[in-house]
């Protein structure tokens, strides 16, 4: 099944190629990753999704804690979520459809951020299905050109998913 | 003071306790080799391929339990110590790589002897860094060793633009306060309440076994497995790097486990009702098909690294830690038992198949390898260490060179590199300089770090070596028989004159033929002063037995085909 994880890292050069590079070697296939800063400094986070069943995963995290620059792994999946897809649409207004594509935008609550006298840029957040669904409809209409910054994901509720000792509070690590 | 970058990373290593490093120098890391002239307590060992460098740091990191240093050039230099870097990584062994890298304003510019060092070593590090500017250096140096010697131990590869070696930093200090890892903690603990579970296992075993691996050398927690064994009664198979763990001549030492593990250890792995697996990590090697493999027992398994557990084998009981905390908090609570009937059932089965072994075979004028290296073992003392090569002689060599004390034993497990014998025996020596120190390697092999017997004469050091020539590369020659119908293809091998390559080295070349010439030999190359090439020309056909082929379950042993077999070809 598809699991969502989300992955805190150190803000570095070369993280996101250490993660891309573990999926690959072990196996793994990214449905979709996006990475972003965080509030804290220095920690950017991830939000992976991932085929496989429970085992995997938990081998995948295991093995994910072994990069040195991973702070905190959570997997959202059996957690009450919020999971956002973002796309941006082009599509042409050149036939008779143009009225068709502006009722469609208002039903599924998407915005129009750009138009000339050929074309709409149509913006759109919302779960992957609705956007998946938004897509079908816009299909037999022209559409020119999308692009979609896969899913971010954040548990439900006051909770923040940091760890105190993984993140926000420095480890001091000694030499031994 | 003032120091240049160059300077800071021998400032680095004197603080880290390095007394050798081996390296290759070239035209990115001159300002490294210019600056080495200040920091007279650090050895260089000059190799002649970056890959030697690579093995000996590797080699001495083995044996003495510190960190092993190996420097090279940017670009072709940095890519020959890939393999050894591998090798490293499979077997975690904390070894630092210090590679040069162009300057910080050409990288990305494909300029001359540019290579993406840590893009290509992110698999088989365990962490590296891409150093551009001289501040940085200190700090990915303490961290590099501190990631390299801790938790799990591994390689750490530190890649340092030419600029950045030779700028200045005016008023520079060692900087000895704790640092900030925030990502790394390789110290976890396991549950109070899993150890009582995990002992519950123990003390209601009837037929316990120990898997003992590398991790317990790791970890310095030989005493702690010697006192659990005993307490228990509880006997101990071990991994192809776990030799050493307990005397190989301890009641309860039962020997190697796996494809040419020992009958009994195999036997005793698949009727237990409880592995102990210890700082081993179930390779396929050891387990054969995972589907038979020892279905009947309970599992436990204690190890540094999270992941390890559940991975290539499921598990009751999964401890993460490190061995000897863990250990020290079983050994109080396992009872003392004298599990008389499951030691007995061992060692029936052992006595059973000790029949067939071709130690057993009396001297028909044919010179086989298992003489050569358990005569190799009758002659040398408990304090001398062994290194080996890779192939049918490896075997040979855990199977018959019995191994009684810790970091005596030397050998490429995980990644199987050939190549690894000779310079992975030269750092050995340099580890402990006052030991005897051999390295048993094939005749193919051998010759792909030959060149390292330069590196040999001109340290001066003394490292004998038992070639082992079959004219084949056995083991490769060894499927082909069992699996390939015999077709030879490419593993006939012709080598040069070894005795006339020492020769040319200015070393002593010895060769054997027969048999009764072996002890002579081994002694002679004791007696002389410098380094001693053996050329042992053994039977070109014999096969390592017993064999569990790839995949096979683990009882199922391809067993030599008659006790008394003059060669296998006539079986
Ligand atoms: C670098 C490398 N290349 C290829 C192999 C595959 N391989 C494994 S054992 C072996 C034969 C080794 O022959 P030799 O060194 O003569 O030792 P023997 O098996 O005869 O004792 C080969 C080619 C390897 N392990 N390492």
Redesign the interface.
């Given at each position: 099944m598809l699991h969502t994880l989300v992955i805190l890292v150190e803000d570095l050069p070369g993280v996101l190629n250490r993660v891309a590079s573990l999926f690959r070697r072990r196996t793994f296939n990214i449905e979709s990753l996006t990475v972003g800063h965080t509030d804290v400094d220095g920690i950017s986070r991830m939000t992976v999704t991932v085929e496989g069943d429970d085992h995997h995963i938990d081998r995948l995290t295991h093995y994910l804690y072994k990069l040195v620059n991973i702070i905190q792994i959570e997997d959202l999946t059996y957690k009450q979520v919020v999971k956002r897809d973002l796309a941006l649409i082009k599509v042409s207004t050149v036939s008779d459809k143009r009225s068709e594509i502006f009722q469609m935008v208002e039903v599924f609550r998407a915005r129009i951020i750009d138009v000339t006298n050929q074309s709409v840029i149509v913006e759109i957040t919302g779960d992957i299905e609705k956007i998946d669904g938004f897509v079908e409809v816009l299909k037999p209409l022209g559409i020119i050109e999308m692009v979609r910054t896969g899913s971010v994901a954040m548990e439900r509720g006051p909770d923040s998913l940091f760890h105190a000792e993984n993140g926000y509070q420095e480890l001091t690590q000694s030499m031994n | 003071m003032k120091r240049s970058g160059a300077q800071i990373v021998w400032e680095c290593l004197v603080r880290e306790g390095v007394e050798v490093v081996f390296g290759y120098p070239g035209g990115a890391n001159l300002p490294i080799y210019d600056a080495m002239r200040g920091y007279p307590s650090i050895h260089h060992v000059l190799t002649r391929h970056e890959q030697g460098a690579a093995h000996m740091a590797d080699g001495y990191a083995r044996v003495s339990g510190k960190v092993g240093v190996a420097i090279a050039t940017s670009g072709p230099g940095a890519t020959n110590l890939v393999t050894g870097i591998a090798t490293a990584h499979m077997d975690s062994v904390p070894v630092v790589f210090i590679t040069a890298q162009v300057s910080s304003k050409l990288i990305g510019y494909d300029a001359f002897q540019e290579t993406d060092m840590?893009?290509i070593t992110?698999?088989i590090t365990?962490?590296n860094f891409?150093v551009t500017d001289v501040y940085e250096i200190m700090p990915a140096l303490?961290e590099a060793f501190?990631?390299a010697?801790?938790g799990r131990p591994g390689p750490v590869l530190v890649d340092i633009a030419k600029d950045a070696q030779q700028a200045l930093i005016d008023n520079w200090e060692y900087d000895h306060s704790?640092?900030?890892?925030?990502?790394?903690?390789p110290n976890m603990r396991p549950a109070p309440s899993s150890i009582h579970d995990a002992v519950d296992l123990i003390n209601h075993s009837k037929r316990p076994l120990i898997l003992a691996g590398h991790g317990i050398l790791m970890s310095n927690a030989m005493e702690e497995l010697r006192v659990i064994t005993e307490k228990g009664n509880i006997p101990v198979a071990i991994t192809i790097l776990g030799k050493g763990v307990l005397p190989a001549n301890h009641r309860l030492n039962l020997g190697m486990m796996g494809m040419h593990g020992e009958a009994w250890v195999n036997n005793a792995i698949q009727e237990a009702d409880l592995l102990l697996a210890f700082g081993m990590r179930f390779d396929d090697r050891v387990t054969g098909n995972l589907n038979t493999y020892a279905v009947n027992a309970k599992k436990v398994h204690i190890d540094i690294?999270?992941?390890e557990?559940?991975?290539n084998v499921k598990v009751d009981i999964g401890l993460v830690g490190d061995l000897k905390e863990i250990l020290g908090q079983l050994l109080p609570l396992v009872e003392t038992q004298n599990r008389v009937d499951w030691t007995d059932h061992i060692a029936e089965m052992k006595g059973n198949v000790s029949v067939r072994d071709i130690q057993n075979l009396p001297d028909n004028g044919h010179l086989y390898a298992a003489h050569v290296i358990n005569d190799l073992w009758r002659f040398t003392s408990t304090d001398t260490v062994i290194t080996t090569d890779v192939g049918q002689h490896q075997m040979w060599a855990a199977q018959y060179y019995h191994i009684d004390k810790p970091h005596k034993w030397v050998t490429s497990g995980g990644l199987g590199t050939m190549g690894f014998g000779l310079p992975s025996a030269i750092g050995a020596k340099f580890a402990t300089p006052m030991s005897e120190v051999w390295t048993i390697a094939g005749d193919g092999g051998f010759q792909m770090t030959a060149a390292e017997l330069s590196t040999l004469a001109q340290e001066g050091i003394k490292v004998n070596i038992a070639v082992i020539n079959n004219g084949f590369l056995g083991m490769v020659r060894q499927w082909q028989e069992f699996f390939y119908d015999k077709n030879y293809a490419a593993t006939p091998m012709k080598s040069p004159d070894f005795v006339k390559l020492a020769d040319a080295h200015g070393l002593k070349g010895i060769r054997v033929t027969q048999r009764s010439q072996v002890e002579a030999a081994i002694r002679e190359a004791q007696a002389t002063e410098g380094s001693v090439v053996i050329d042992f020309k053994v039977e070109q056909e014999d096969s390592v037995y017993p064999m569990v082929a790839s995949g096979s379950d683990l009882q199922d042993m391809i067993r030599r085909p008659r006790v008394l077999v003059e060669t296998p070809k006539d079986s």
């Open positions: - | 840590t893009g992110i698999p365990k962490h891409l303490r501190y990631i010697r801790s704790p640092f900030k890892m925030r990502g790394y903690r690294d999270p992941s557990i559940n991975k």
